[in-house]
């Protein structure tokens, strides 16, 4: 199993960035797969989800300003992030939960800074 993320980086407050999620090695269509971020000094929390058929759900402070998608064709997940604000700083990691018992994987992470 293997998740992958790009498309971090430095912008100015108000921009946009758009984070993808390459998966291999699981059967991509079936699972949950995940945003989640972790500022420094703070636990890691859930941004956005994405299940095939199921729908998306967003953590509140992101709501109406990120969009996340997936490319089944792919195995990708995009996270498009618009009106970016200082306080989405942190490194932005894709998550996927399969399994018995669940395992969790994540990939390696990508930094994304917001300048006021």
């Known amino acids: 199993v293997q998740l992958v993320e790009s498309g971090g980086g430095l912008v100015q407050a108000g921009g946009s960035l758009r984070l993808s999620c390459i998966a291999s090695?699981?059967?991509?269509?079936?699972?949950?797969i995940g945003w989640f971020r972790q500022a420094p000094g703070k636990e890691r929390e859930g941004v956005a989800t994405?299940?095939?058929?199921?729908?998306?759900n967003y953590a509140d402070s992101v709501k109406g300003r990120f969009t996340i998608s997936r490319d089944n064709a792919k195995n990708t997940v995009y996270l498009q992030m618009n009106s970016l604000k200082p306080e989405d700083t942190a490194v932005y990691y894709c998550?996927?939960?399969?399994?018995?018992?669940?395992?969790?994987?994540w990939g390696q992470g990508t930094q994304v800074t917001v300048s006021s």
């Open positions: 998550n996927s939960r399969f399994g018995w018992p669940p395992r969790d994987y």
């Open positions: 994405t299940m095939t058929g199921s729908g998306t």
């Open positions: 090695g699981f059967s991509f269509d079936d699972y949950v």
